[in-house]
Every structure is written in structure tokens, then in C-alpha cells.
């Protein structure tokens, strides 16, 4: 009767983690695979700013899930990021909300990092429509690398809170926005057959 019970619990135990790694897992350490729009190039490393910051953007894809913004330095940093349709006010971070990423904390940085942040689901959007995809800090500072005055990124620019955004329109934070990878469908059949030999396997040891 022990055995049995050893044998069951096990099973369900590596049913479990099978479950996990077909569904959350994998996705969630994936990076940004299909990139829609960026930019690698700064000039200045960044100061700390403890305020929302953000970068607008003109996507050519239908959809996002994922986007990464590059750090320099934190001081026990956490916080998100709110994806915003439209450059509206005078900082233009006055956007319509419409949706909002997973939380993150970054205790420290060993240098500059992209950090990813990932949406629950895809964000549905209208390629050629301006959006804004806010950093909005709910504890410490964050140092953010940015390209000021050259205008790398044609499709937007460099945002901050209660800042006129004109004074700062050639001014760009280093990004990437797209989708990140999901896994392989062959991944997920050696995966399932993997489940169904264990599940045969002690069904025969039970007869």
C-alpha cells in the first residue's frame, strides 16, 4: 500500500512540474525573439529618477507581449510597465491605459542590463498608431541609459514626467519591443510523450 502511495504521489509530482513546463514555464524565461521596434544607442548612461519615465513608439506589428528597457544602475528598484495609446500632454505621458506588465524587482546591477518586462497576455495594436510604453517605479531609482540630442529612433522619443516633451524630442531611451519566443511544437510533443510513458510505465508495475 506504501508503494502504491510513493508511486502515485511521484507520478502526480512529475505531472505537475510536466504541466508547468508545457505552460508558464518555458515562456516566461524566453526573451523578445520577434523584434517590432528598438534602439541600442545612447550617449549618456543615465541618472537616477525615481519618477514615471517612458518612450513612445510606432509599432509595425498588430500586437505586443513583451518589451525591455535598459538600466545602468538601481537603488532596490521595483515597478512596471503601463503601455499608453497615444503622446498626449505636455510630458506625454498622458496616454489612455491599456494594459499593464508584470511587476519586477531589481535589488542591484552588475552594469548596464536590459531588464524584460512581460504583459499577461498579447496588447492588440494599430500598426502606425503612436504608443507609449511607460516605466512607472513603485520603489527606489533607476539610472536609465539614453541617446540625447542624436534622435536614433525615428519613431518616438524620450518621455518624463512633468517634462515639457519638446525640450526633449531628440532625446531616446535604449529599447526593444515585440514578442517573445514560445515553445517549439516539437518541444511540447516530446513532452506529452514523455507524460504518457510515465503514466504507462507504473500502471504496468501496479498489474
Do not use: K
Not at 505586443?64 to 503601463?82: K, L, M, R, T, Y
Not at 519591443?177 to 514523455?194: D, I, N
Amino acid at each position: 500500500m506504501a508503494r502504491r502511495w510513493t508511486a502515485t504521489l511521484r507520478t502526480l509530482s512529475l505531472t505537475g512540474a510536466m504541466a508547468y513546463l508545457l505552460t508558464a514555464g518555458p515562456a516566461a524565461a524566453l526573451p523578445i525573439v520577434q523584434i517590432d521596434q528598438q534602439n541600442l544607442s545612447s550617449t549618456i548612461s543615465g541618472s537616477f529618477d525615481a519618477g514615471a519615465r517612458g518612450q513612445s513608439f510606432t509599432p509595425t506589428l498588430s500586437g505586443i507581449d513583451a518589451i525591455d528597457f535598459q538600466f545602468s544602475a538601481v537603488s532596490s528598484w521595483s515597478g512596471e510597465v503601463q503601455l499608453l495609446e497615444g503622446v498626449t500632454g505636455v510630458d506625454g505621458l498622458g496616454g489612455t491605459l491599456i494594459a499593464t506588465s508584470n511587476s519586477v524587482s531589481v535589488p542591484s546591477l552588475p552594469g548596464p542590463t536590459f531588464i524584460h518586462f512581460e504583459f499577461p497576455t498579447t496588447v492588440a495594436l494599430n500598426p502606425g498608431t503612436s504608443y507609449v510604453a511607460s516605466l512607472v517605479t513603485t520603489a527606489g531609482s533607476v539610472g536609465m541609459p539614453f541617446a540625447q540630442g542624436t534622435d536614433p529612433y525615428a519613431g518616438g522619443q524620450e518621455l518624463r514626467q512633468g517634462i515639457n516633451m519638446t525640450l526633449i524630442a531628440d532625446n531616446d531611451l535604449v529599447f526593444i519591443e515585440g514578442l517573445h519566443g514560445v515553445p517549439e511544437p516539437a518541444s511540447l510533443t516530446l513532452w506529452a510523450v514523455a507524460l504518457v510513458g510515465v503514466a504507462l510505465r507504473r500502471r504496468r508495475r501496479r498489474a
